[in-house]
T-cell receptor, first 114, second 112 residues
Framework: AQSVSQHNHHVILSEAASLELGCNYS??????LFWYVQYPGQHLQLLLK??????LVKGIKGFEAEFIKSKFSFNLRKPSVQWSDTAEYFC????????????FGAGTILRVKS | NAGVTQTPKFQVLKTGQSMTLQCAQD?????MSWYRQDPGMGLRLIHY???????DQGEVPNGYNVSRSTTEDFPLRLLSAAPSQTSVYFC???????????FGSGTRLTVV
């Protein structure tokens, strides 16, 4: 079945550590890629998105992600995490030209220790 | 602009009861959708709509009905609630796919 896979369900880091969250998808053809963040008790907020062009995209709060088409991956990175980055992170893929369905990964819960 | 507004924020239902979760957006977005969020499963698409009068099923549509009579509103109906429908429900909307989706603040539903 076509899906979106996030490699780690829980990640614990110390402040200033580097972060990389993996995301792989199994859809061929045109895809639009997203990372969303959900802070405790809040709704989802868009962190960054890839539609076309430069495969390295920058988002809010110092996050970036790299689209590697050959690996069907869209990994999220941040050079130095802060305590305030504690949240759940979701990779999502909108396959097809019209993107009528947004398929989410299971999410990665990040806890940053101060 | 209020964005995407969901009501109620919390609801407890008894098994077999019916209710409607409301979703409204004031951004003139054609596309609207409903998701449910369960621990360890991410968000799963229930139903979506690409415009007034047009709806389609998502990944987990069973037990839920939708309609889209206006661009602004996209209510989700539970006809006979079951404990398996205990979840957090999010409504989302967008204009163009490359702009990403705007999510509401969610409705936490408990079916006892």
């Amino acid at each position: 079945a076509q899906s979106v896979s996030q490699h780690n369900h829980h990640v614990i880091l110390s402040e200033a550590a580097s972060l990389e969250l993996g995301c792989n998808y199994s859809y061929g053809g045109t895809v639009n890629l997203f990372w969303y963040v959900q802070y405790p008790g809040q709704h989802l907020q868009l962190l960054l998105k890839y539609f076309s062009g430069d495969p390295l995209v920058k988002g809010i709060k110092g996050f970036e992600a790299e689209f590697i088409k050959s690996k069907f991956s869209f990994n999220l990175r941040k050079p130095s995490v802060q305590w305030s980055d504690t949240a759940e992170y979701f990779c999502a893929v909108s396959p097809g030209e019209y993107g009528n369905k947004l398929v989410f990964g299971a999410g990665t819960i990040l806890r940053v220790k101060s | 602009n209020a964005g995407v507004t969901q009501t109620p924020k919390f609801q407890v239902l008894k098994t077999g009861q019916s209710m409607t979760l409301q979703c409204a957006q004031d951004m003139n977005h054609e596309y609207m959708s409903w998701y449910r969020q369960d621990p360890g499963m991410g968000l799963r698409l229930i139903h979506y709509s690409v415009g007034a009068g047009i709806t389609d099923q998502g990944e987990v549509p069973n037990g839920y009905n939708v309609s889209r009579s206006t661009t602004e509103d996209f209510p989700l109906r539970l006809l006979s609630a079951a404990p398996s429908q205990t979840s957090v429900y999010f409504c989302a909307s967008r204009r163009f796919v490359e702009e990403g989706y705007t999510f509401g603040s969610g409705t936490r539903l408990t079916v006892v």
